[in-house]
């Protein structure tokens, strides 16, 4: 039976979506298949967008219909027959699945104080005990984005009269108490809001004897509070446009993402509504007043005004022609939405629209996660929940591990792709993470002006020209002194250095950064060549090589050589076993490695088996401390019965878990092969044997590749 955890509130708008996203994806981290059920949803014919939202995270992969439980109107006309159809349809969920995290009803169609005792009742049926999340703002501030600040939070005494009421119906409905979570809270007094709660948890255990004995006193209920943030209240452009019945008719749709922090009513001349713009606002613009939208547009250009999140056109007036030409040559990536409504009855709407979290916003999502783990002890909430870590390793799993050892010693990474969107976005994931101090290399007001436009925040990052005075003077320096023996003069120096891969690579040969990460747009030379050049080789390795970590559906393997050295010798092929078994060991896997050929220990022949074997008694030489085998072929390495066959009594056949090829060529197709039809997922290439970390991406690499390099190389950074 699959442990579950039913997610609750006691009135709409807590945020309780930020603390299912949390659970679950800590959830996921320690444990395989990990499932979601939303016990009531609105209706079957529009999709829950919380739902939808858990479903899209990793490691989730159930259908949509088979995780709803009823909607309202069912409810409505039989709770009984409808608290049954629940229990029913969980319980096909539940089978599937180690854990499950099960979302309450969200007090948006039938919100009374019987709500609350209503999902008591099914969490006691269900079997799950409840995580109670409590919101942290006044009732009348609830879905207004503008109005943030500790005057319009709810009092600690206030938070802890809440809980006494919402404790209560828990009772009354039979359920059990897992833990308590204050949920948009006020930031400033997030210990005292904790006490209060405590203090009401600990009266109301004390008083029902839930979990306790005389001599012990009340069991003790994990109680969190999770502070408020203005990025996960504001509405995105795209709720905003539901909200208004509005339609899309200039800019660019992913900016639909972007969150609007204030409202501004351009009911005004140009002069007046300039001085007015706001950071992050939508503008409410009369369709009929063409001036003011052009000016708004240029402003927002200018770089001298404000960043704007869009514009709303109210009023239903066609805009001119001419007017329509002129915005189609601006070229404006400002979202431009049209509505019928009036000014009134727009802006009405607009402050009344709910910020979503959804996973098409990257910083919400990563704000989300951030906030979680940063309030949440996750490893208490495991322990309590009862997940015990799995034996196994998913490709999540492994990733998260990434991120928590890159966490726990971070370091300054730097990407000298400061114009490409993903490295963008990355960087944003990054630092909201705390995987990792960045340094961006680009022009500072353009790389910052296009993390505005896409809504995501690398203010924490440095932003450096590779043209700034000071450090191309010292890097030519440093370059002509290292190339001097080829001739290279300082004034050559100095127009080498301006080079992003060069400049980076300078950076971490100088200390000033730990490690790069390049390659999203450039080709793999231009990336590692300048660290050929100048970080080198470390004493005893003489190639760089690299190797895949191909993460399968429960265990982690190490792939090398599969990107760098097209056929290598005997000593070459020894050197990438030594480093890729280093490089495994860095990453928690324990390096068992088996040398491939097409032969298995003495049954073939020929120059290419020869080399393997000549390779393997190198690696037993220079390291007699590896567990290596070879020449073995890549099934008896990897099955156990068929190494029972082959080579019987070998402490790496059919265990091995650093696979090291014979040439590029057969290691490159491998991967991918296993990658592709597998279902594995390949992470690197990772490059090793080099003094200080640089990698390589690949130029279709996705944001969770970038994000997931960077970790690597951070970590890597930690061994030097």
């Known amino acids: 039976m699959a442990q579950s955890i039913y997610i609750t509130s006691a009135e709409g708008h807590s945020g309780k979506s930020t603390v299912a996203l949390g659970v679950l994806d800590a959830l996921s981290h320690a444990t395989p298949r990990v499932g979601v059920f939303r016990a009531i949803a609105r209706s079957t014919v529009e999709r829950d967008y919380v739902l939808e939202m858990l479903l899209d995270h990793d490691g989730v992969d159930l259908p949509y219909d088979d995780c709803i ?55 006691a049926n269900l079997g799950a005990p409840v995580l109670l999340v409590l919101g942290g703002r006044s009732a009348q501030y609830q879905t207004q984005p503008e109005q943030l600040g500790s005057s319009l939070a709810r009092t600690p005494a206030e938070m802890g009269q809440i809980a006494d009421l919402a404790l209560a119906e828990l009772d009354h409905g039979r359920a059990n108490l897992f833990a308590v979570v204050a949920n948009r809270a006020d930031p400033v007094r997030l210990d005292e809001t904790i006490g209060a709660v405590r203090r009401s948890v600990d009266a109301h255990l004390g008083t029902t004897g839930a979990g306790a004995t005389a001599a012990s006193g009340p069991t003790t209920v994990p109680v969190w509070a999770i502070p408020e943030d203005r990025y996960l209240v504001a509405p995105s452009m795209r709720g905003i446009m539901r909200s208004v019945d509005g339609e899309l008719i200039g800019g660019d749709p992913d900016r639909l993402t972007r969150e609007a922090l204030a409202v501004v009513v351009a ?108 309030s949440v002890d996750t490893d208490e909430l495991l322990s309590a929940f009862g997940v015990a870590r799995a034996t196994v390793v998913t490709p999540l799993m492994f990733e998260f591990q990434l991120i928590e050892r890159a966490r726990a010693q971070r370091k300054k990474i730097v990407l000298p792709e400061g114009d490409d969107d993903r490295v963008l976005r990355a960087a944003a994931t990054v630092l909201k993470r705390g995987i990792a101090d960045l340094v961006i290399l680009g022009e500072p007001f353009e790389v910052k002006a296009r993390a505005i436009e896409l809504g995501i925040d690398i203010q924490a990052a440095e932003v450096l020209s590779p043209f700034d005075a000071v450090h191309v003077h010292k890097f030519a320096e440093e370059y002509a002194r290292l ?18 891969s060069y400049f980076g690579t300078l ?76 490089t495994a060991a860095q990453f928690g896997i324990d390096p068992r490695v088996a040398m491939l050929s097409y032969s298995t220990g003495e049954s073939g022949s020929g120059a290419d088996v020869e080399k393997v074997r000549d390779a393997t008694a190198l690696v037993r030489s220079r ?86 390099t960077i970790a690597i190389t951070a970590i890597q950074a930690q061994g030097e």
């Open 623 to 708: 390291a007699p401390e590896l567990l290596v085998e070879g020449p073995i072929q890549y099934d008896a390495a990897a099955d156990a019965a068929v190494a029972a066959a082959k080579m019987p009594g070998s402490a790496v056949a059919g265990r091995a878990t650093v696979f090291v090829f014979p040439d590029l060529n057969t290691g490159n197709n491998t991967y991918k092969a296993v990658q592709r039809s597998a279902g594995a997922v390949a992470i690197g290439p990772v490059l090793q044997g080099l003094n200080k970390p640089i990698n390589d991406l690949s130029r279709g690499a996705l944001v969770d590749d970038i994000v997931n």
């Open 69 to 123: 439980g009823v909607t309202y109107d069912d409810v409505r006309q039989d709770p009984d027959a409808a608290l049954a159809t629940i229990v029913e349809r969980y319980k096909a969920v539940e089978a599937q699945c180690d854990a499950v995290v099960i979302v309450g009803s969200d007090y948006t169609d039938v919100g009374s104080p019987a709500e609350l005792a209503y999902n008591a009742r099914i969490a």
């Open 507 to 582: 950076m971490v040969h100088l200390g000033l950064a730990d490690g790069m990460v390049s390659g999203a747009a450039h080709t793999t030379a231009h990336t590692i060549r300048p660290a050929f050049e100048i970080i080198k080789t470390k004493p005893g390795v003489s190639v760089v090589s690299s190797v895949f970590l191909m993460a399968l559906a429960d265990r982690v393997l190490v792939y090398g050589d599969c990107a760098v050295i097209p056929d290598p010798t005997s000593e070459q092929l020894a050197d990438i076993a030594i480093s890729s078994a280093a």
């Open 267 to 374: 009911g005004m001349s140009m002069v007046n509504v300039l001085p007015r713009l706001l950071e992050g606002a939508v503008v409410v613009i009369p369709a009929d007043r063409s001036e003011v939208l052009l000016a708004t547009l240029l402003a927002n250009a200018s770089g001298t005004f404000p960043s704007i999140a869009g514009i709303v056109l109210n009023g239903g007036f066609e805009i001119p022609e001419p007017v329509t030409r002129l915005l189609e040559g601006l070229g404006s990536s400002v979202p431009i939405i049209t509505t019928g409504h009036g000014t009134y009855e727009t802006a009405v709407r607009i402050m009344g629209t709910r910020g979503r979290l959804a996973a098409d916003s990257q910083r919400r999502y990563d704000t989300a996660l951030a906030l979680f783990e940063q």
């Open 483 to 500: 190339r001097a023996h080829k001739g290279v003069t300082l004034a050559q120096a100095a127009d080498t250095v301006t080079d992003v």
